[in-house]
């Protein structure tokens, strides 16, 4: 197989599971318009029994169409990222973010079903950004410029005073940020690391005479 073959291969695989996560959330979507239901109660509903299940679904359901749309480019893109870049701990890495910043959001945010895949958009941010940082990797450095560029402005996403009058889950955002902050250093060991440079060094040799 060729590079460029190889590459095209690595470019599909790197796709699949974006798609497959997209297509999931749309159906759902689209099942609730076709038979005229809300599935908001499988939201989380921090500190609540009935909002445990929101911490695997939670991230599934949207409110509506245009909160779905808005939502399914970042979903796409940052996972397409993910799975390319990090092919070793992408499938680790995501669930851990998607886990972790679903439980921290049932513990601390305010009594309301919180929705949508926001969190995991912020995590998987979080995750990239860090993570590019701090293995020095410069393909992965560059990652961290295009997700700046991208996502810089997503940071005040996190603090309640920015969307006032917005039913926005900001603690979703927050704790998602958080969930990929600790998951790139808990992996910062594994996956693509900064690569190791040799020089050959030439010893000045003088004659006695």
Request: aromatic share 18%.
């Amino acid at each position: 197989m060729t590079s460029s073959e190889e590459e095209k291969k690595k470019i599909i695989q790197s796709l699949f599971f974006p798609a497959l996560f997209l297509v999931l959330i749309w159906l759902i979507k689209f099942s609730e318009f076709v038979f005229g239901i809300d599935l908001v109660f499988l939201g989380v509903y921090p500190l609540k029994l009935e909002g445990l299940i929101g911490i695997i679904t939670s991230p599934l359901i949207h409110g509506d169409w245009s909160h779905l749309m808005a939502n399914s480019v970042s979903v796409f893109l940052l996972m397409s990222f993910l799975f390319y870049f990090y092919k070793e701990l992408a499938t680790r890495s995501f669930f851990m973010i998607y886990l972790l910043s679903g439980i921290w959001l049932w513990f601390a945010g305010r009594d309301s079903y919180h929705i949508g895949a926001s969190g995991i958009i912020y995590g998987m941010a979080s995750f990239l950004f860090v993570s590019g940082v701090i293995r020095k990797n410069p393909r992965l450095m560059a990652l961290t410029l295009v997700i700046t560029f991208l996502y810089g402005s997503m940071i005040w996403g996190v603090f309640p005073d920015f969307f006032p009058k917005e039913n926005i889950s900001w603690e979703g955002h927050l704790m998602g940020l958080t969930a990929g902050f600790i998951v790139a250093i808990y992996y910062r060991k594994e996956g693509p690391q900064a690569p190791i440079y040799h020089w050959d060094e030439e010893e000045d040799e003088t004659d006695a005479y």
